[in-house]
């Protein structure tokens, strides 16, 4: 029987359909969401609410810098050695919060003549909520409750979606309603994820993994036991999060800034398209996957074993699923936008090119996390952000919304093939 890791390929065929049902209602209830939000906000309102969003979102990735993915590693490797640290993680997140709120309002401060900043102020907690979110998962990737996981994340959206439902009925949907739908489901993700965390059980993880042996506590006392240590391992992590924001959603940022909130509207629309496309690589590597690979991250035979396997499977479907995109694009926006909206089909024709390009990433990134890897890694992440943003302030002055997709791609072909080279060099050849 194929075996992926140490999962049954029986096993996986079980989980899978569960993770991705869920999965695809998560993003089928955020890509109905934010279509409701087009219809019924204007389209400069609209706009400015995405772009205030993408904002937000980008200065949350600072908050636990990386501290999500180092927990997953040393887990792996140190069992409950980590509960003794666990004051410095807590630390490790509070500064990383505050420093991640100051640069958040600093930001809005400066460019209040491009966002309204109290409709950004308004908007923090949710840099909260992303950050819990994300440990939550962590704890349940451990516990392999893939099922619950998958249904956590579902829950919040479904959670804004019912509260626009409210608005629609019983109020009005206005960008002020769309923020404070935002703010009310974030809060109540925050209770949620603090009560998960609580129930935090060590013994129980150990049960269902096969964590490797420390037989050599005292050392992992000195080495960790330090915020200096939590924040030097952190930082790749966090780096590489960071990044892959900058070169997937600056576009936003640069057509808000270069263009204006039509512009901001069209792309956005085939963004949140291509971010319902992109759950399938992104709930297999991430919710799976990913634990494994740090697991195993010393056995550099089953390693490239599994990435043989899983590379054709990624491609395969990458492909299929551009062909789909690529010849029901004017459906797709003729179905889910109005009229404003029809200027975003050829951009989305554009756009899927750059489909099996990101199927193939999310795969070869996974990998490149493990050890050393995840250094060159960001190495290379940083390399394609600059040439990203090099690219925008080019193309999109000239060619718009098209320039950006244009830019886009070019980056991830970029990427895609740095990534193949490290895999080659760091992975196969050594």
């Given at each position: 029987?194929?075996?992926?890791f140490?999962?049954?390929?029986?096993?996986?065929?079980?989980?899978?359909?569960?993770?991705?049902?869920f999965?695809?209602?998560?993003?089928?209830?955020?890509?109905?969401?934010?279509?409701?939000?087009?219809?019924y906000?204007s389209?400069?309102?609209?706009?400015?609410?995405?772009?205030?969003?993408?904002?937000?979102?980008?200065?949350?990735?600072?908050?636990?810098?990386?501290?999500?993915t180092?927990?997953?590693?040393?887990?792996?490797?140190?069992?409950?050695?980590?509960?003794?640290?666990r004051?410095?993680?807590?630390?490790?997140?509070?500064?990383?919060?505050?420093?991640?709120?100051?640069?958040?309002?600093?930001?809005?401060?400066?460019?209040k003549?491009?966002?309204?900043?109290?409709?950004?102020?308004?908007?923090?907690?949710?840099?909260?909520?992303?950050f819990?979110?994300?440990?939550?998962?962590?704890?349940?990737q451990?516990?392999?409750?893939?099922?619950?996981?998958?249904?956590?994340?579902?829950?919040?959206?479904?959670?804004?979606?019912?509260?626009?439902?409210?608005?629609?009925?019983?109020?009005?949907?206005?960008?002020?309603?769309?923020?404070?739908?935002?703010?009310?489901?974030?809060?109540?993700?925050?209770?949620?994820?603090?009560?998960?965390?609580?129930?935090?059980?060590?013994n129980q993880?150990?049960?269902?993994?096969?964590?490797?042996?420390?037989?050599?506590?005292?050392?992992?006392?000195?080495?960790i036991?330090?915020?200096?240590?939590?924040?030097?391992?952190?930082?790749?992590?966090?780096?590489?999060?960071?990044?892959?924001?900058?070169?997937?959603?600056i576009?936003?940022?640069?057509?808000?800034?270069l263009?204006?909130?039509?512009?901001?509207?069209?792309?956005?629309?085939?963004?949140?398209?291509?971010?319902?496309?992109?759950?399938?690589?992104?709930?297999?590597?991430?919710?799976?996957?990913?634990?494994?690979?740090?697991?195993?991250?010393?056995?550099?035979?089953?390693?490239?074993?599994?990435?043989?396997?899983?590379?054709?499977i990624?491609f395969?479907?990458?492909?299929?699923?551009?062909?789909?995109?690529?010849?029901?694009?004017?459906?797709?926006?003729?179905?889910?936008?109005n009229?404003?909206?029809?200027?975003?089909?050829?951009?989305?024709?554009?756009?899927?090119?750059?489909?099996?390009?990101?199927?193939?990433?999310?795969?070869?990134?996974s990998?490149?996390?493990?050890?050393?890897l995840?250094?060159?890694?960001?190495?290379?992440?940083?390399?394609?952000?600059?040439?990203?943003?090099?690219?925008?302030?080019?193309?999109?002055?000239?060619?718009?919304?098209?320039?950006?997709a244009?830019?886009?791609?070019?980056?991830?072909?970029?990427?895609?093939?740095?990534?193949?080279?490290?895999?080659?060099?760091?992975?196969?050849?050594?």
């Amino acid at each position: 029987m194929q075996k992926i890791f140490e999962y049954d390929l029986i096993f996986l065929l079980k989980k899978i359909p569960y993770l991705w049902f869920f999965s695809i209602l998560n993003g089928l209830t955020n890509f109905i969401l934010f279509v409701i939000l087009a219809r019924y906000l204007s389209i400069d309102n609209y706009g400015l609410f995405y772009s205030s969003f993408i904002l937000l979102s980008f200065f949350s990735s600072f908050t636990g810098f990386g501290l999500d993915t180092l927990i997953l590693k040393l887990f792996g490797k140190y069992k409950k050695e980590l509960l003794k640290f666990r004051k410095n993680f807590i630390f490790y997140f509070i500064f990383t919060s505050v420093i991640s709120i100051i640069f958040y309002l600093i930001t809005i401060l400066l460019l209040k003549n491009t966002f309204n900043f109290i409709y950004s102020l308004s908007l923090v907690p949710l840099i909260f909520n992303l950050f819990l979110i994300n440990l939550v998962n962590i704890k349940l990737q451990l516990e392999k409750k893939f099922i619950y996981l998958s249904i956590l994340n579902f829950l919040h959206n479904f959670l804004r979606f019912i509260i626009l439902l409210l608005f629609y009925y019983y109020s009005a949907i206005t960008i002020q309603n769309a923020i404070l739908i935002f703010i009310i489901s974030s809060c109540v993700m925050i209770i949620i994820c603090v009560y998960e965390i609580y129930k935090f059980d060590i013994n129980q993880i150990i049960e269902k993994n096969n964590f490797l042996e420390n037989n050599k506590s005292e050392e992992v006392h000195n080495s960790i036991n330090n915020i200096i240590y939590i924040s030097k391992k952190s930082l790749p992590y966090g780096l590489a999060g960071l990044i892959f924001l900058i070169y997937y959603q600056i576009d936003i940022i640069f057509l808000k800034i270069l263009k204006n909130d039509l512009s901001v509207s069209l792309y956005s629309c085939c963004f949140i398209i291509l971010g319902a496309v992109y759950i399938f690589p992104f709930a297999l590597t991430s919710k799976i996957l990913t634990p494994s690979i740090h697991k195993y991250a010393d056995k550099k035979e089953l390693l490239i074993k599994n990435l043989k396997f899983l590379l054709p499977i990624f491609f395969i479907s990458g492909l299929f699923v551009q062909l789909i995109i690529y010849l029901f694009s004017d459906f797709l926006i003729n179905l889910l936008f109005n009229e404003n909206y029809y200027g975003a089909i050829f951009l989305l024709k554009v756009l899927s090119f750059a489909i099996p390009l990101r199927f193939l990433i999310s795969i070869l990134g996974s990998f490149l996390e493990i050890n050393d890897l995840i250094n060159n890694k960001v190495k290379y992440m940083f390399c394609a952000a600059s040439i990203n943003i090099v690219l925008n302030l080019i193309l999109i002055p000239s060619y718009d919304i098209i320039g950006a997709a244009i830019s886009t791609i070019i980056t991830e072909i970029i990427l895609l093939a740095m990534y193949f080279y490290l895999i080659k060099k760091e992975l196969i050849d050594k």
